[in-house]
């Protein structure tokens, strides 16, 4: 079998090596511009439109990421990057959701401790203790309701804090409130003190995070987005804030990466900035999984992780 890969400002060799010893059988290559020569799959993240176009003999193709709305992105805006006949595959858990239940149980903690006030207090050398919040209406609403959402919810909720989680479909999650469907979406927000965002990037989805959302959570409610930053809409956050209809923020994804220096979040004192780290992708772990997928469609098995292309997830 033939595999090409392509990772921009990664450690290709690092990879190729690890593919090699999961599949000794494998012809593997890294692709660079021009290369055309045949492939039976590719294992990619954000690959050129000239890398995968017209390349009918792909059978499969692993995005090296939960999310794929990128290729989907792609696909979009030049019909036919995608080859007809082969899947695309996106990443299970492969050591993402403790990282990311991690991310989020730290960020939920430290609004509910107040310890974002005293960070603020300490830079003006104030001394003033402050009222923890409620430990029974701190609600903790999480946005999708996936492998990596669901168990974000569950790790919430073991800190006895009440969690409801919303998908767009009806799911159940034990010892999680759960919301579905559109004709849902206003009462899962009603009243939730945390909102986490987890949902796919769809053209459903984008924009979701807006002023509309945000005035349906309680008073002084905080935001934390770890899933795109496509969901968000900017200007509506730092009204919500100047308005205190949101009383701080966590970002770790932006429409633009890195951040530019100029941009207006960056002098927001109640928004915490980090540089897409909530979830990294694990190397050992994702080619452990994509050399099993690799080598069940070999034997002609069927494989999780499809995309549906009209879904976008």
Do not use: C
């Not at 021009?34 to 995968?52: K, N, Q, S």
Request: aromatic content about 8%; charged content about 20%.
């Amino acid at each position: 079998m033939k595999i090409l890969f392509y990772m921009p400002h990664a450690d290709a060799a690092a990879w190729l090596h690890d593919f090699a010893r999961a599949l000794p059988e494998a012809d593997l290559r890294e692709w660079q511009p021009g290369d055309h020569a045949p492939a039976d799959f590719a294992v990619v993240w954000r690959p050129p439109h000239e890398m995968l176009a017209g390349r009918d003999d792909l059978r499969a193709i692993f995005n090296l990421g939960a999310g794929v709305d990128a290729i989907l992105a792609l696909e979009q805006a030049q019909p036919g990057t995608l080859p007809r006949n082969a899947q695309l595959v996106r990443l299970e858990d492969t050591g993402m959701a403790p990282q990311m239940a991690e991310y989020v149980a730290h960020a939920v903690l430290r609004y509910m401790r107040r310890f974002d006030e005293y960070k603020l207090q300490q830079a003006g050398r104030r001394w003033h203790v402050l009222d923890p919040h409620p430990r029974e209406t701190f609600t903790v609403g999480v946005l999708g309701l996936g492998v990596l959402g669901a168990h974000v919810a569950r790790t919430v909720a073991a800190f006895g804090l009440p969690v409801r989680g919303y998908s767009r479909s009806a799911r159940h999650v034990e010892g999680i409130t759960t919301f579905a469907g559109e004709a849902q979406f206003d009462a899962f927000l009603d009243g939730v003190k945390v909102l986490v965002n987890l949902l796919p990037h769809t053209p459903d989805t984008a924009d979701v995070l807006n002023a509309r959302t945000f005035s349906k959570l309680a008073r002084g409610a905080y935001l934390i987005n770890v899933a795109r930053g496509g969901h968000l809409v900017e200007a509506d956050l730092l009204e919500a804030l100047a308005s205190g209809q949101l009383a701080a923020a966590t970002l770790d994804v932006f429409r633009d990466e890195p951040l530019p220096p100029d941009h207006l979040f960056w002098q927001e004192p109640r928004i915490t900035i980090t540089p897409h780290v909530s979830a990294l992708t694990l190397r050992e772990e994702s080619v452990v999984q994509v050399a099993q997928k690799i080598t069940a469609l070999t034997r002609g098995e069927a494989i999780s992780g499809a995309v549906d292309i009209e879904r976008g997830y």
